[in-house]
């Protein structure tokens, strides 16, 4: 706990930017039925029946200092998949960052051994190296930010059906 505080009293710095990360699963749920709108004293009338149309997972950043905050929705929660996330991080919306701080959980894909089996060794450890890492602890996930938002997305956002992949993208940019 007290390395992450550490990192977050840290004065900002673009070259070394702090990012917050996290990830949550969302199941995507369709309508067998059409709802029943609602009306004034009357909220919305779901059926309880429902069509299960697959997972999609939510990958967030949030950068705290400046609140620039990226999200990215993929099919699967794969070791392949954060790889791909930490790569655009690095490469497309911080390329000019020396390194990052990136606090997140120790979830088991939240390693350096997830870019080395998405990537030759040569680049995984080129990205590996701009990585400073901070892993919250144990039961500790309410000092990751990123944890902070994905939990207002979820509640302010996604806290109904959504039937599919590109609904929900469309809602969480």
Known sequence: MEDVLAVY???????????????????????????????PGRVQIDDHEYLRNGVADIFIEVEPLTGRRHVEITRSRTRLDWAQFIKGMLEVRYPNAQKIR????????????????????????????????????????????AEIELSALNTQCLERRIPDIGLMRSEVV
């Open 102 to 145: 990136l606090v997140m959980d120790n979830l088991n894909t939240h390693n350096a051994a997830s870019l080395y089996e998405a990537f030759t060794p040569e680049e995984a450890r080129r990205l590996a190296e701009r990585l400073e890492i901070h892993y919250t602890p144990k039961h500790g996930s309410w000092l990751n930010i």
């Open 9 to 39: 009293s840290l004065p900002y710095d673009p070259l070394i930017p702090l990012i917050c990360m996290d990830e949550s699963n969302k199941q995507l749920v369709g309508e067998v039925h059409k709802p029943i709108p609602a009306t």
